[in-house]
């Protein structure tokens, strides 16, 4: 059995896989070693997919997707490949910002701390000033599209 404090995360992690499946896009389990990071969003694919970890528990899985879920909002299937670099990096603060948010609002605490055992970088888990008002943004918008 789980911990029944996971609760809170199993039911943020099905109210963002609801909404995948009412948007028909998919997401699909990986092993270790496919991907380098626990969860990625590939908007440019046929058919569009979110690809994660096979292993994860169900709060790292709520973490990965709640992050995810905030890259799907910003570039809706079909975008063009984010690609890396600057910008990239900029977009992963305000992420991570934002789900941070959508995580605290559904009733969780210890995103950063998740985060970080999940080999994400403490620079990516500290937005800058000029980076919160699109957190603050996204973060809305993900509550909304979840819960409204
Ligand atoms: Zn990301």
Known sequence: MPPPEDQPARDLYEAIKNYLDRQHIWYNPVPRGAIEVPAVWRPYLGPPRL???DDLNDRAGALAFAH???HVLLHPPGSP???NGHVKESEERIVHAAAAALW???GLTGYELGMTALGVPLGMLSPGDEERPAADV???EMINRLFS
């Open 104 to 106: 605290v609002h559904s």
């Open 81 to 83: 490949d984010p690609g």
């Open 68 to 70: 995810e879920f905030g």
């Open 138 to 140: 996204l973060s809305q």
């Open 51 to 53: 690809l994660y970890w």
